[in-house]
């Protein structure tokens, strides 16, 4: 693909000096011009395309095959701090709008997702950096990653993101894992995805940012400090937080074939999505999954039972 109207100016002067050269030559030769004008526009068509970046490849996705029956078991993984070198003593405590300090430990693990759905263009969304062993695992909502069986093309998670610094650099995803019934279905009682990131300049994802730790089968009536970047009028550019408590179940997905969603209320807007609910001030057990149009102060997130927490259990 011819990126940008500068390539194609450069390709258009080109031929039109080519052209000229053309218009010099002797009458016998200019029997052959317009042949030797389409073999020059072919030959520089051919170099831009080469000169151009190739398009980025969707991350593998990969599905976790979990047994919930091995984890029936509450399960609570605690967090971890970032490398010494990376910390920073907490100077502010989240507020129910916007966070003060997103470079503050433990605040940090929170981040922006940036990617392009393949003919609709970019969106965002919300994720949470968590403890698993290969350091490198960000967690957010399923359709954040996966809707409609295709990932999401060119995906990073920029953790700390604040309009438009990037302290910690830029993550690139490249594998996702998503549970089957999130995948082939869509059931919004699994709406989840892990994001595996390469390393950046700075290092290995928790290392630099830290973790969360994460907790399954904790009450739907618990409270939550909710985190994310949501669109709408602030554009995405800040993290912000609400602190509420869970409202028991979505009755609107008793038959989706999983633990019925848990509602909350919190006024965040799309961008939101994927961003986690934290339990106990250090374990993800939410992360915001959708709302409804007509009630945009109340989010839902999937239940974290014994299947989500079996999945999370088994992430590398």
């Known amino acids: 693909m011819v990126r940008g109207f500068p390539a194609l100016k450069a390709m258009r002067d080109l031929v039109h000096i080519g052209a000229s050269v053309c218009d010099d030559l002797a009458p016998m030769d200019r029997l052959t011009a317009p042949l030797l004008r389409q073999v020059l526009f072919a030959l520089l068509t051919l170099a831009v395309l080469l000169a151009a970046p190739a398009q ?38 989240a507020s129910s709008l916007r966070v003060a300090d997103a470079l503050a430990d433990g605040t940090r693990t929170n981040g922006k997702i940036l990617a392009l759905a393949p003919g609709r263009g970019t969106y965002s969304c919300s994720g949470t950096a968590l403890n698993t062993p290969s350091r490198s695992i960000v967690l957010t909502a399923g359709h954040c990653a996966v809707e409609h069986q295709r990932a999401g093309h060119r995906i990073v998670f920029v953790p700390a993101y604040d309009h438009g610094r990037r302290p910690f650099g830029t993550f690139e995803v490249r594998a996702v894992y998503v549970m089957p019934q999130w995948r082939r279905s869509e059931n919004p009682d699994f709406d989840l995805a892990a994001l595996r990131v390469r390393p950046n300049r700075f290092g290995y994802l928790t290392d630099v940012v830290g973790a969360r730790g994460f907790a399954s089968s904790k009450s739907r009536f618990s409270a939550f400090q909710i985190f994310g970047y949501p669109a709408a009028a602030l554009r995405g550019e800040e993290l912000r ?62 239940y974290f039972g014994p299947a989500i927490g079996a999945f999370l259990r088994h992430l590398p």
């Not at 937080?241 to 409202?247: D, F, K, T, V």
């Open 56 to 93: 980025a490849a969707p991350p593998l996705v990969r599905e976790l095959r979990v047994d919930p029956l091995a984890s029936l078991a509450p399960l609570r993984v605690p967090g971890r701090p970032p490398l010494p070198r990376f910390r920073q003593a907490p100077n502010a405590t």
């Open 241 to 302: 937080s609400c602190r509420a408590h869970g409202l028991g179940s979505d009755p609107f997905t008793n038959g989706f074939g999983g633990p019925p969603t848990m509602p909350a209320s919190c006024d965040m807007a799309a961008g939101a999505s994927g961003g986690a609910w934290l339990f106990g001030g250090q374990y993800v057990s939410g992360v915001t999954s959708y709302s409804y149009a007509g009630r945009p102060t109340r989010l839902h997130s999937p």
